[in-house]
């Protein structure tokens, strides 16, 4: 059956360099309206990759997680989290505190972990008074524009990322494993591929290899999924950058990725990813109250630069583990 049958009930909104937009006239009861009309929305994020619902007046964050479950049941918690988030309990986070005037660059959440969100969840109770749009991008779209020499060589390889944990800067053990007793991080990390190593101060330092490119699992189109551009050093302010390696050396960044051989990407590629990124962007400003469902597999999301008070709420769902999600030995190896 064609996604669009399913949601052909609801009147959705198709523009131009815009996620595709659904008014709803503020149901009295947000949640049950999302129970009812579960099936179309999903059916529309699968279609379009991204959906902004106007209308439902998620303004706290109990009626918010009431509409999350609603439409995706169970929530997930957050593992390997990279900065450290408000817990609303069951699965309800706070978005990534990043500086407001720096970009957060397109991404797919959790792309480096084994098992990640199929759905992800964003409502806005505050909007900004400037800026601030949680942005989209479409992951097919961005693989067929990049070079296929890079790109060839990403699928082939896979991408590396590099984290040193420390008690400064980014989350913390507890905040990314969820305990801080070492055989149970250790034991997290044999389960999930993730090599790691306990330096001499302690800190923990971890790599893991995953696919650059994954297939859809519903649609089947090949996706640009990763985070090689927003977690590599060279996405880092200037200013910020320079304080990390002055102060950690360049081998212990908080975090960093690598081609899947181990070599360092140069700034002039990660120019290339996140210039290709913003070539396919849509965008459309936070008005307080929306909600944006997200296809974490087929679209990358970012956050822009903005002023005034913003808050989002999060919550992921639908944990896949994808079968391409790691190249093998024998990839990496050809």
């Given amino acids: 059956m064609p996604f669009s049958s399913l949601a052909a009930p ?34 529309m994020v699968t279609e379009h990759g991204a959906l902004l619902v106007r209308g439902l007046g998620l303004r706290d964050a109990d ?48 792309s480096y972990t084994l098992d990640v969100p199929g759905l992800m969840m964003f409502a806005c109770p505050t909007a900004p008074e400037e800026g601030g749009a949680t942005a989209v991008a479409d992951a097919a779209r961005v693989l067929e524009a990049l070079p296929t020499s890079l790109t060839e060589r990403f699928e082939r390889e896979g991408w590396l990322l590099t984290r040193s944990y420390n008690d400064e800067i980014g989350a913390s053990l507890a905040e990314s494993f969820g305990t801080e007793d070492r055989a149970e991080i250790e034991r997290y990390c044999r389960e999930n591929a993730i090599e790691f190593t ?66 360092p990407i140069g700034e002039e590629v990660v120019e290339l990813l996140n210039s290709t990124y913003e070539a396919h962007t849509r965008r459309e400003p936070w ?25 989002v709420l999060v919550g992921m769902a639908e944990p896949l583990r994808l079968a391409d999600g790691r190249p093998t030995p024998e990839a990496s190896a050809r």
């Fill in 198 to 263: 306990w330096r001499a101060d302690g800190s923990l330092h971890t790599t893991q290899r995953r696919s650059a490119v994954v297939r859809h699992p519903v649609t089947g189109r090949r996706c640009w999924f990763n985070q090689i551009a927003f977690l590599n050093e060279w996405t880092l302010a200037p200013e910020v950058r320079e304080y990390l390696v002055d102060e950690y050396g360049a081998d212990g960044l908080p975090f960093n990725t690598r081609y899947g051989d181990g070599s």
């Fill in 63 to 110: 009626r918010t997680g009431a509409v999350f479950r609603r439409l995706a049941g169970e929530l997930m918690p957050e593992r390997e989290a990279f900065a450290p988030r408000e817990d609303f309990g069951g699965g309800l986070y706070s978005a990534t505190p990043w500086p407001a005037n720096q970009p957060m660059c397109m991404h797919h959440e959790l």
């Fill in 10 to 43: 609801l009147d959705v909104e198709l523009r131009p360099d815009r996620p595709a937009l659904l008014r709803v006239d503020s149901p009295p009861d947000a949640p049950a309206w999302a129970a009812e009309h579960r099936e179309a929305l999903r059916a």
């Fill in 287 to 311: 008005q307080a109250g929306d909600l944006l469902l997200v296809d974490n597999i087929g679209t990358a999301h970012s956050r822009e630069p903005f002023t005034g008070e913003r808050q």
